[in-house]
T-cell receptor
Framework: DTGVSQDPRHKITKRGQNVTFRCDPISEHNRLYWYRQTLGQGPEFLTYFQNEAQLEKSRLLSDRFSAERPKGSFSTLEIQRTEQGDSAMYLC??????????FGPGTRLTVL | DQQVKQNSPSLSVQEGRISILNCDYTNSMFDYFLWYKKYPAEGPTFLISISSIKDKNEDGRFTVFLNKSAKHLSLHIVPSQPGDSAVYFCAASGDTGFQKLVFGTGTRLLVSP
């Protein structure tokens, strides 16, 4: 078991560009979550998948954000037309049904 | 509206002594609580959890206490070690059907030799 992995670990982009992050959950975990953490704050929930179905989205997730989890395996989070306010650590977590969530190392996004 | 609060942004403790980190919550629907430890540039690492049907859970040097009437939980680390120096987040879930975690703002623990 290699844990939750995320790629890339760091991303620097210019305002207006699109970015995509990938998360590979722990195998056999059917639930996958995305969170965002900004400086001085705890992680904030963005969206949740059970298998391939996206079942909940936070109001933090504007229409510039989209997430997918094809075939219930890895997930991608795309941000279109990035803004400086999107700069944050994007965290992915997975769990097996209602149980402890295990987090990946995160993707640090910097929008210039 | 901060539903999970960690009012102490930092705590300094000497090696070998007890560290006590506190967390308060406002949502009475929360029924599962977790503590995570986070090092810089890494994701949160799960430490210990407690269900609302219990008032104490212990795992090695880590013990979590839950006081439901006061809507308060605490994490005790005994004995504290320099490697415990990190940011500790309290998280709660249970008011939705899918275990969305609501985090506090964290407490930075520094354990000095």
């Amino acid at each position: 078991d290699t844990g939750v992995s995320q790629d890339p670990r760091h991303k620097i982009t210019k305002r207006g560009q699109n970015v995509t992050f990938r998360c590979d959950p722990i195998s056999e975990h059917n639930r996958l979550y995305w969170y965002r953490q900004t400086l001085g704050q705890g992680p904030e929930f963005l969206t949740y998948f059970q298998n391939e179905a996206q079942l909940e989205k936070s109001r933090l997730l504007s229409d510039r954000f989209s997430a997918e989890r094809p075939k219930g395996s890895f997930s991608t989070l795309e941000i279109q037309r990035t803004e400086q306010g999107d700069s944050a650590m994007y965290l992915c977590a997975s769990s097996y049904d209602p149980d402890t969530q295990y987090f990946g190392p995160g993707t640090r996004l910097t929008v210039l | 509206d901060q539903q999970v609060k960690q009012n102490s942004p930092s705590l300094s403790v000497q090696e070998g002594r007890i560290s006590i980190l506190n967390c308060d919550y406002t949502n009475s629907m929360f029924d599962y609580f977790l503590w995570y430890k986070k090092y810089p540039a890494e994701g949160p690492t799960f430490l210990i959890s407690i269900s609302s049907i219990k008032d104490k859970n212990e795992d090695g040097r880590f013990t979590v206490f839950l006081n439901k009437s006061a809507k308060h939980l605490s994490l005790h680390i005994v004995p504290s070690q320099p490697g415990d120096s990190a940011v500790y987040f309290c998280a709660a879930s249970g008011d939705t059907g899918f275990q969305k975690l609501v985090f506090g703002t964290g407490t930075r623990l520094l354990v000095s030799p």
